[in-house]
């Protein structure tokens, strides 16, 4: 674990992953942070807070794309 003080207020979050890591870094930073985006191929079941769900699998190209359009203060990989 790796502690992380950040004011999130007015930032965005980009998450990469839509399993269950994915869904529990979405829900504890939507209570932090005014956006959530979470970008994968498939969705687990699982509740992903107020985050939006993008169905998408970005190559390691388009990763940079990604992070232009969300413009995020934090980049998780999960």
Do not use: N, Q, T, Y
């Amino acid at each position: 674990m790796i502690p992380l003080l950040h004011d999130f207020h007015g930032a965005s979050v980009l998450v990469v992953g839509g399993g269950a890591v994915g869904a529990r870094k979405a829900r504890r930073f939507a209570a932090e942070a005014d956006r959530v985006v979470v970008v994968s191929p498939a969705f687990g079941d699982r509740e992903f807070g107020d985050a939006d769900r993008i169905r998408a699998a970005p190559d390691p190209d388009g990763a940079a794309d990604w992070v232009a359009r969300v413009d995020p203060a934090l980049v998780v990989a999960a």
